[in-house]
């Protein structure tokens, strides 16, 4: 009953709302933003492709192709967090890891692959978390490893980021989510 009266208030106060899953109603200050996967691909959103997971199971893991849109205009970059839905401490907020796009303002972006395993990323990608599954390894992205069977997730935030870098704020002004599948 008290969700249920929540939601009918933030409905009243913020008009039409989003709904999250895992981020629950989101006020419309908070774009929704659409993702998808970028063709041609392996990745199907049912299953992750055996040669993304990790090196130890002969995989060559990487982040995959998406294509994101509905990004408001003030964005300045796009924040890729990956997680594991089956492992409470790697289920939000990046606990394979978290890796920051560089954003032009532009409505819709393509956030190409990020090598997993690696400390070395493309000049377009940078660092924003290491992941959380082993931290003497705190590589930015973590590919699936090990376990099986196991749902993973991929959430695009657009925030627009100020400030010199020991005082910077972050401000989200979108969200987005695309199931990644099983592995």
Same mark, same amino acid.
């Given at each position: ?6 939601c ?6 913020? %008009?039409?709302?989003?709904?999250? /899953?895992?981020?629950?109603?989101l ?7 659409s993702?998808? @996967?970028?063709? =041609? ?11 993304? %997971? ?33 492992? /409470? ?25 990020? =090598? ?9 990608? @940078? ?7 082993? =931290? ?6 973590? /590919? /699936? ?21 020991d ?10 989510e ?6």
């Amino acid at each position: 009953m008290k969700k249920l009266f929540l939601c009918f208030l933030s409905l009243i106060t913020f %008009g039409c709302c989003t709904h999250y /899953p895992r981020y629950g109603i989101l006020p419309p200050s908070i774009a929704a933003l659409s993702v998808r @996967f970028m063709e =041609p691909t392996e990745w199907n959103g049912k299953f992750v492709p055996a040669s993304q %997971g990790c090196r130890f199971q002969g995989g060559q893991g990487s982040t995959p192709a998406l294509y994101v849109s509905g990004i408001p205009q003030q964005a300045n970059l796009l924040i890729l967090e990956i997680d594991n839905l089956d492992i /409470p401490s790697l289920s939000e907020n990046g606990g394979l890891g978290s890796i920051g796009f560089y954003h032009n303002g532009e409505s819709a972006a393509v956030l190409l692959p990020v =090598p997993g395993e690696s400390y070395s990323l493309p000049n377009f990608a @940078f660092k924003e978390k290491a992941n959380r599954v082993n =931290p003497t390894k705190p590589y930015p992205y973590m /590919p /699936p490893c090990i376990e099986k069977k196991q749902r993973y997730m991929a959430t695009i935030k657009a925030v627009k980021r100020t400030g010199s870098f020991d005082k910077q704020k972050t401000e989200l002004l979108g969200i987005g989510e695309i199931y990644l599948g099983i592995y």
